[in-house]
C-alpha cells in the first residue's frame, strides 16, 4: 500500500495575527463581561471622590474595581493571583486594557480606596439589578454564617480571665498604697473621687499619678541624703528608703503595665466575651469545622445578608456570635444604605426574641419571624405532653391555669428579669395552690415547693401573631422559600466560591472582603442567569429530563407485568 505524506495546519508563532484586539475571543455570557457592563454602568463621580488629586496619574479606579470583582469571581483572593493573571489570563487582560498594576497597587485599592467606596458601591450595583429586573426587593430572606478570621486560633483573649486577674491586682495595688502611705503623703480623698464609684477601681491615671508622687519624694530624699555628712546617717537614710523604691519599681514596671494592658483588654472586649489578639475585632465563635474535633472555638465574624431569588441585595459585619443580637444593627445599616425597604423581612427561629419582636413591631415592613418553639409546637407530640403549661386549660376570667390534677395555679405577683445585654422583660408569676399529695408532681416539677409558671405575655402575644402570619398560606409559602434563597447563597460562597476564611484584618477590612465576595456572587448568579435565559428551550437538561421519564415508564410496565405474572403464579393450585 502506497504510504501517504501526513499534512499539518499552518502554525507560525512569529507572525502577526490579525485582529489584534481579543475581545472576540471572550464568550458572549461570559462572567467578566458582566463585570465589565456593571462597572461600565457606574457614575464616574462616584469614584472621583475618593480621590484627591495631583501627583503622579493613578490607574483609573474603575478598572481596579473590575479586576478584583473579576478576581473573587474566579477564586483569586490574594492581591499576588490577581497581579499575575494580569499577564497570562485573557479576560483579565481585556479588562485591564493590558495595564500590569503590581500587588501592592491593587492590595492598597482594595484596602484604602474601597474604604469608604464600599458601601455606596454595593448599593449602587444592587439598584441596578433591581433596575434591570433580577430582583424587585420586596421578599427580604435574611441569615447570617460565621467567617473564620485571619487570626492565630490561640492567641485568645478571655473576659472572664481578664476580670479575675484585674481583681486581684486591684487588691495589690491597695496594698501598695497602704504601704506607700506610710512613706508618702497621698491625697487619698482624690484618690477616692477619681475611682470608680460603681466598680470601685483604681484606673491606670490615677496610679500613674501615685507613682509620679513616689518619683517626687524619692528624688527630695536623695536630695537629703547627699547634703548629710555623717556617714552612718547616710547609710540608715538609704536603708529605710530601700522599701520606698522597691515599691516604686514595682508600680512602673509591674503593676502600671499590667493594669493598663487590662484597662486595654477591657475596651476592646466592649459587650463580647472575648478577642483575638491578631485581630482585636474577632470574637470566638463555635464553627462548625471544628478543627480539634472537640469543641474548640475559632476567631470569627458573623455575616449577615439579606437575599432574594439567591441575589444578595445587603449584608453587615458583626462580631457577635448569636444572630439575635444582629437583626437590630442590620436593620438599622439597611435603612441607612438607601436601598428601597422590602415588604416583607423574613428569617429563622434564631431571631425570635421579645426585643427583635417589639422592635420589628414598630417597623415599615412585615416580618416573618418564627420563635424558637414554633417548629416543636407544630407537632403533635406536643399536645400530647401534658405538663406544659401551654396544653393547660385557661380560665381568662379568674386568670387562673388548671393542672392535670384540676387544681388552681393562680397568678401571684408580677417579677422582672434584666438580660446581660440590659434589655428588661416583664413576667406574670402563677403558683400552683398545692402540690402537696398530688401524684403527679414527680412529673410535672423538680421544686421542692409548689409548681409555678412563669408567663411573658409581651413576648406571647408578638409571638402568637408571628406564628399566625406563618400558618397563613402566604407566611407558608414565603418561609418554605427561605431554604432555597438565602441557604443557597452561603453554599455557592463556601463551597463553589471557595470562600471559607477571610484574608484581611479589622473589622472595616472584613467588611471591604466581605462586600466583595457577595459582588462576585451577585455577578456569578448575573452570568448563569443569563446565560440560561439565551438557551434554547429544547436543551440537553429537557432531553435527560425526557429520557428518564421514559426510562421510569417503562421500567413502570415491566415492574406491572411482573406483579401480574407472579400474582398468577401463586394463585395456582
Excluded at 537629703?224 to 552612718?232: C, G, N, P, R, V
Excluded at 444582629?326 to 434564631?350: F, Q, Y
Excluded at 417579677?415 to 399529695?437: H, L, M, N, Q
Aim: glycine letters at 4%.
Amino acid at each position: 500500500m502506497r504510504n501517504q505524506t501526513a499534512t499539518y495546519q499552518q502554525y507560525t508563532m512569529n507572525q502577526l495575527v490579525l485582529p489584534m484586539d481579543f475581545s472576540d475571543l471572550i464568550p458572549e455570557n461570559h462572567v467578566a463581561r458582566v463585570v465589565n457592563d456593571m462597572v461600565e454602568s457606574l457614575d464616574d463621580q462616584l469614584f472621583d471622590e475618593v480621590y484627591k488629586g495631583g501627583g503622579r496619574p493613578a490607574y483609573h479606579p474603575k478598572m481596579m474595581t473590575k479586576i478584583l470583582l473579576y478576581g473573587y469571581t474566579q477564586k483569586w483572593f490574594s492581591c499576588r493571583a490577581i497581579a499575575k493573571a494580569l499577564t497570562e489570563h485573557l479576560p483579565m487582560m481585556w479588562l485591564a486594557a493590558r495595564q500590569t498594576p503590581d500587588f501592592r497597587t491593587i492590595n492598597r485599592f482594595r484596602s484604602e480606596r474601597l474604604k469608604p467606596l464600599m458601601d455606596t458601591l454595593f448599593s449602587a450595583l444592587t439598584h441596578l439589578l433591581i433596575k434591570e429586573g433580577y430582583v424587585d426587593g420586596s421578599s427580604y430572606f435574611l441569615d447570617g454564617t460565621k467567617i473564620e478570621a485571619n487570626a492565630n486560633k490561640y492567641t485568645f483573649v478571655w473576659k472572664k480571665s481578664v476580670q479575675k486577674y484585674e481583681e486581684k491586682l486591684q487588691l495589690k495595688i491597695d496594698e501598695m498604697l497602704q504601704e506607700i502611705e506610710k512613706q508618702v503623703e497621698l491625697d487619698r480623698i482624690q484618690i477616692q473621687q477619681e475611682t470608680n464609684a460603681e466598680e470601685k477601681r483604681i484606673s491606670s491615671e490615677v496610679l500613674q499619678a501615685v507613682a509620679r508622687s513616689v518619683e517626687q519624694e524619692l528624688i527630695k530624699r536623695d536630695e537629703q541624703i547627699k547634703e548629710t555628712a555623717d556617714q552612718k546617717e547616710k547609710q540608715a537614710q538609704k536603708q529605710a528608703l530601700k522599701p520606698l523604691r522597691k515599691i516604686y519599681r514595682t508600680l512602673t514596671t509591674d503593676t502600671l503595665p499590667r493594669l493598663r494592658k487590662y484597662e486595654t483588654s477591657f475596651r476592646l472586649l466592649g459587650e463580647r466575651n472575648s478577642y483575638s489578639k491578631t485581630d482585636p475585632d474577632a470574637t470566638f465563635m463555635r464553627m462548625k469545622d471544628d478543627h480539634m474535633k472537640n469543641g474548640q472555638l475559632k476567631a470569627g465574624y458573623n455575616w449577615q445578608i439579606g437575599a432574594q431569588d439567591q441575589f444578595i441585595l445587603f449584608y453587615t459585619v458583626h462580631p457577635n456570635p448569636t444572630d439575635t443580637r444582629c437583626l437590630l444593627p442590620h436593620v438599622e445599616a439597611l435603612k441607612e444604605s438607601g436601598l428601597p425597604l422590602p415588604k416583607t423581612l423574613i428569617a429563622d427561629a434564631g431571631y425570635g426574641s421579645e426585643s427583635n419582636y417589639v422592635a420589628m413591631a414598630d417597623e415599615l415592613f412585615e416580618t416573618l419571624i418564627p420563635s424558637h418553639t414554633f417548629r416543636q409546637e407544630q407537632k403533635r407530640s406536643f399536645a400530647k405532653k401534658r405538663f406544659h403549661p401551654y396544653n393547660w386549660r385557661y380560665d381568662e376570667t379568674d386568670d387562673v391555669y388548671w393542672c392535670p390534677n384540676q387544681r388552681k395555679v393562680s397568678f401571684k405577683r408580677y417579677t422582672k428579669r434584666t438580660d446581660p445585654y440590659g434589655y428588661a422583660r416583664d413576667f406574670k408569676v402563677y403558683e400552683c395552690e398545692s402540690c402537696e399529695g398530688c401524684p403527679f408532681k414527680p412529673e410535672c416539677t423538680k421544686a421542692r415547693g409548689n409548681r409555678q409558671v412563669h408567663y411573658n405575655p409581651v413576648y406571647e402575644e408578638l409571638k402568637a401573631k408571628q406564628h399566625q402570619k406563618l400558618k397563613s398560606e402566604e407566611g407558608r409559602t414565603l418561609y418554605q422559600k427561605r431554604k432555597t434563597d438565602v441557604e443557597s447563597v452561603f453554599g455557592h460562597v463556601k463551597q463553589n466560591l471557595g470562600f471559607r476564611r477571610l484574608h484581611l484584618r479589622g473589622k472595616e477590612s472584613v467588611h471591604i472582603e466581605l462586600g466583595l465576595v457577595a459582588l462576585a456572587h451577585n455577578l456569578r448568579k448575573r452570568a448563569t442567569v443569563d446565560r440560561r435565559s439565551k438557551e434554547p428551550k429544547n436543551t440537553n437538561q429537557h432531553k435527560n429530563r425526557e429520557n428518564r421519564i421514559k426510562r421510569f415508564s417503562r421500567f413502570y410496565v415491566l415492574r406491572c407485568f411482573w406483579d401480574s405474572s407472579f400474582s398468577a403464579a401463586t394463585s395456582l393450585p
